[in-house]
C-alpha cells in the first residue's frame, strides 16, 4: 500500500509539473508575441531566453543569437550559438557566427563562416565581406579573387555604407570593390605600387564622387610617395 501510495504522489508530481511547463510555455509564447508587437527587444530577447530554457530548440537558439547579434550584441550572440564549423547549421546561424566574430575584430575565424555562406549562396554583397577580410589577414590573391567576382557581378542597385564620417553614407557596391583592389594593389607592394592604386582611387572618385575614405586615402598614399621621395632625395647628397 505504501509503494502504490508513493507511486501515485510521483505520477501526481509528474503530472503538475507538466502542467505547469506548459502553462509557463504558453505564458511566454503569449508574453514574447506581445513584446514583438510593441517593439521591446529587450522583451523580446527576454522572451525566446525562457522559451529556449522551458523548451530547447535549435530554432530558438538561433533566434535568440540572432536578436543579440542584431542588437550589438556580438559575444553575447556566440556566447549564445558558440563558434564552431557544423554542416548541420542553418543560415541564420552561420551568418550570426560570421558576421558577429567579424565584429569582435576575429577575422580568421570569421572568414570560413563567411565562404560557408558564400557556398550557400553566392552573391556580390558575401564576396565584399571576403575580400575585406581576406585583405586585412594579407591573403591577397584570395581577396583578388573575391574581387574580380564582386566587380562581375555587382548590380546597379547594391550599396556598401561607411560609417568614417559623423554622417554615414553609402556609395555602389561596386565602387566598394574598386576601392579594395586599389588597397590590395597597393599591398601587394608598398612601396613600388602607389601610383597604380592611386589611379585606381581616380577611376573610383569619377564613379562615386563621394566617396570620402577613397580620398582620404589617396591623400595618404601621396604622402608616402612625396615621403619617399623625399627621403630619395636626401640619400643622394
Known sequence: MKRLFGLILLVSSFMLNAQSNSELIKHYEAYYKQMKTQGDVQGIINGMTHLNLLSPS??????????????????????TIGIEKSTADSDIAVEVKA????????PKLAIG???????????????????ELNLQTQKLAEAEKHITYGLANSKDDMKKAFYETQTPYEVSLKAAFMYINAL??????????????VDVLDETLKMAPGFNLVQITKNELLRQKQVMQAQAAQAKK
Do not use: C, H, W
Open 99 to 106: 558576421l558577429s566574430l567579424k565584429s569582435v575584430k576575429q
Open 113 to 131: 563562416f563567411f565562404e560557408e555562406m558564400f557556398a550557400r549562396n553566392p552573391n556580390a554583397l558575401v564576396a565584399y565581406e571576403l575580400a
Open 58 to 79: 535549435q530554432a530558438r537558439k538561433d533566434t535568440l543569437a540572432y536578436l543579440y547579434m542584431s542588437e550589438g550584441k556580438y559575444m553575447q550572440a556566440l556566447n
Open 184 to 197: 590590395v594593389i597597393y599591398n601587394k607592394d608598398t612601396k613600388t605600387n602607389i601610383d597604380a592604386a
